[in-house]
């Protein structure tokens, strides 16, 4: 055995680094959160953010209103390219077609109302507000 391979035989693939390694979430703390606050189950059970990762695990995620259910192909702690990334898991096809519904039906919905007044007025604006104010 080289020494590379005896390194990664014993290197151990934490929950929150492989959710952000399979780009699930855009920071390893927020994938942390999540584990934390519920939002990742693995093998139907909650887990903590340092839980060990194998092989085979089913892991169940909900971000925002879409839900996610994966099984583990490989393993990696290293950030990569989107399409390294989905080598990592598999989707299952129920759980693909339940978050395209998901999908379809926010796009479905009414957008709210444009709001015209963003953020701060400019120079221009809150010299012609004043102006307005002061004659009266």
Not at 72 to 79: I, M
């Amino acid at each position: 055995m080289t020494e590379k391979s005896a390194q990664s035989a014993d290197e151990k693939f934490r929950i929150d680094k492989w959710l952000f390694a399979a780009r699930f979430y855009k920071t390893r703390s927020q994938a942390a959160d999540a584990v934390e606050r519920g939002q990742v189950q693995v093998n139907g059970m909650r887990a903590k953010p340092s839980r060990i990762l194998n092989t085979g695990d089913l892991l169940a995620i909900r971000i925002g209103p879409y839900h996610y259910l994966v099984k583990v192909l490989a393993l990696s702690n290293q950030r990569r390219s989107a399409t390294e990334a989905r080598l990592l898991y598999q989707e299952t096809e129920e759980s693909r077609q339940a978050r395209e519904a998901v999908a379809e039906n926010l796009k479905s919905q009414p957008t709210p109302p444009h709001y015209a007044g963003k953020g701060r007025p400019t120079k221009r604006a809150r010299r012609d507000l004043e102006r307005f104010m002061s004659e009266k």
